[in-house]
């Protein structure tokens, strides 16, 4: 058990469940947070050693979301991983512009997803 | 089905399916209402997303179809109308019924490719057409592409551009031909295939595949990432990408790679990318003129001219020469009926200067689709795909902070990124230089210490030769374990069921028949007590009994109302499929409706709610049907020409309230009365004396229908009688009330829960009866005295309002009891909208029961609701107070 702490950040239900899914098993704490405005809300609570975060939210985007938490003294240091279903560079030249640290295309390989998630926090195999 | 993942997915898209519909139809009302776009898009949006975990990749496929349409939509490139929601929705009607297909089978039907590709076809067409239109302007996109765009759609990648290695293995004959073809309007496509770096495990021979497209032109193998030390070199892992050109259609390739189709990309290629010109070089004053020439007719639009003068300098010049071959290109580009202006003008450049520069796309076409160099999706996929990975963010961390400069906000998380990624490889030694670095570049306040130090890490030090790489052949397997359920997963249900819970609607009717056995049983209870107390003289045992009762009682009713609530759904469950209903007949009859819903947060009990559903819908469309006109006619009645139909819920006490109102023409009572005496349905004399309102009330009398002509709505038979019958089933009421002219408004008043009736007992002519608790409005005792004789009929003074009196014993045609002078116990009841007094011998205790309803040959008895048992065995009818006065 590697006992980091993600923050998934994403509306679509199944979505969250499978990220609960593939890094729960990897050996994460996962918690969720359905859009932007409540991705913003837990992050501040505080502990996360990541924050994986869907592009297309209602409420709040990805895009916003990332820019505020680079905004938040609190939250600057967090790694941050944008994942949309948008292939185009385009994209994730705008999630690196906002602040993001990588951007993965959705659906996210699973192999993928927990490598990405152990390398950005440090965490053992 | 076992997945776990897609027992999530199935109702999550059920419920996007919805919102996307009736986000749908506000769009086609309001086409500028940027909300319901943005819903749309989203939900669509979140649909393709979440599909994607799952083998479905045709209900993906159209999903992203409808997805990129809408795309266009919220970005004003296209205009929503009708048509375009009447395909969008029939698309999403598809893939509800995938959905439906996936929940039983956990697979989609065998056609569903076929119906995908032309659903999403058709789709796309949309998009080609309009897509020219309005970006008239730019040149070089011009109507070539257009057209075998339009007809061939790519659901994955549109346009590509042709990989130089490939355009080398084409020889010159053929590339004028494929040259041709394009121009022409008959797409040429470029096939990528990346297949799975293990795929020779699963029998594939990705060589063997890719031949069996058919009409091949050329074929370019490659590796897919570069090729590492021969000692490292696994053989057994797949190193290659394909790239075919190939002159067959869409669904040819398709079919011939069906079995890789997601592993291949299908792209029609620019006709601009066969340029190809060779040749010896020449000059002279000729070409000069022909340039200007050339460009003159070209600018005008003037074609004809232009292939003339084309045609008379290729056939002075020689066949050899550089520019005579740049003529030839030249003259096929022309051959089409609209050829694409921006690569003729390239070509008469070509011409007349001698040398070929790329026409410039007007907009820059994407980079090929697989593997570019950073890109983290293809990373996985090599053998040290960890370390791959780890460049790959450290890459991506290096390209951020050049690009953002100096920002210490941002260098944090980098910061945070960098020294993660070192740590999991068990880099200590960089680690220990990289923090170094990112303190210089706090204290320059500048980012160069940390991007130099990061390339010395990307470029100097290869990071595979670390001491970390040994332990990765045992951390990639262990990987791919972990992350193997997701395909067909059983153990975490665990996780989800703490989150909610989903039951068999068969599950929660049981649980509610025992509670209301369980309340019919306690009210045996106190019985018990009183029998203690008169049978066996024991106050002390009566009193501990009326204690436990009275304990149980209230658990049992709260019971009941925690399974109430389990039970309770909004009113929206059923409202939600008007919008779509009325839309769609608002279309077939040809008028303009506007159907609002209020209140459908109104939460009623389960069996409400699905009983509600067909009176409902028969009112709504009675009133399409007959109550709306057409537009016509309402201008000329002075109406708006759009008519409106308003479905509102509320709650008002015990009960929930839906109206249905509409703003048509109102029901005629002239035409009413005509209309049943001509049915016989009542005479000419009872005719004559019914009031307005009771001529309208007509309508839910058997066998009445006054539509002139049957129409395939509302004319099935069923007349408005079957609602009145269905509502009073479920111990509700309706009523109509309509102006003429100005539109009709049904009422619909029904209890929120049907299961357990709370009663009151009351004594009269010697035996106990039931009267439902939510007719009585007080019980009072009145002094014989105060008994007023009105017109023969006995009447009391409540509260200044007079109230008429009726005897219950005679009600029920049982003998009076002579009751003396002691005051008359009077039950005040609401019924039928008034108040009436009703003398009973005695009050009793109120009490909670389920009513059985009279069965067999006591059917036919009026004015009894039905029975319940007592608590000692007994059995008690409840009256119908509404069919009994």
Redesign the interface.
Known sequence: MSGKRILVVEDGITMRMFYQDVLGRAGFTVEEAANGVEGLEKALLGGYDLMIVDINMPKMDGYELVSRIRREPSLQAIPVVTISTEAQDADASRAYAVGANFYIVKPADPVLLVETARLLTGAQP | MTN??LA??IP??RELLQVSASGLLKLERNPTDETAIN?VF?AV??I???S??FDALALTRLVHAAEDLLGEVRSDALQIDSSLVDMLLDSLDQVGQWIDELERRSALPADADGVAHRMATQLRQRLGAQDDAPDGGEPADGPHEAAPLGADPAPIEDVATLPPALLARLPAAACLDAFRRACGGQAVHLVRYAPEAGCFFNGTDPLQAIQQVPEALALDIAAAEPWGPLEDLDPYQCNLHFSLLTAAPRPEIEQAMRYELDQITIASVRPRDFVRITGEASDGPIWEDFREAASAFLAAGRHDELRQAVSALRSVAGPTLWRRQALDWLEVALLAAEPDPGLVAALVAAAGSGRFDPVPAAPAP??P?PA?APA??S??QAAD??QE??RS?LA??H??LE??GYDA??L??????V???L????RDADRTAIQAAFEAAREARSVAPVLSALSAVLDGTPLHRTEAAP?LP???P???E?????AG?KE?EG??AAKSLKVDQAKIDLLMNLIGELVVSKNALPFLAKRAEETYASREMSREIKEQYAVIDRLAQEMQGAIMQVRMLPVSEIFDRFPRLVRDLARKLGKRIDLALEGEDTAADKTIIEALGDPLLHIVRNSLDHGLESPDERRAAGKSATARILLKARQEADSVVIEVQDNGRGIDPVRIRAAAIAKGVIGQEEADRLSDQEAINLIYRPGFSTAAEISDLSGRGVGMDVVLTTVEKLGGQVSVSSRLGEGTTTRLALPLSMAVTRIMIVEAAGSLYGVPMDMIVETVRVPRERIRMIKKAETFVLRETIIPLLRLSRLLHLPDQPRGEADAAVLVCHVNGRRVGLIIDNFREGMDVILKPLEGVLTGIGGYAGTTLLGDGRVLLVLDLRELL
């Open positions: 776990p993942l999530r997915f999550e898209a819903e989203r949006h979140t393709k997303g979440s994607g975990l994407a980079a689709a570019p983290p999706q990373a996985p795909s960890r990975l780890a963010v991506s961390q390209r951020a690009q953002a906000d941002r944090a998380s980098v910061g945070t990124v020294g993660n990624v740590l999991s490889l068990g332990a045992a951390a990639l262990q990987a791919f972990e992350a193997a359920p997701v997963a975490p996780r989800i």
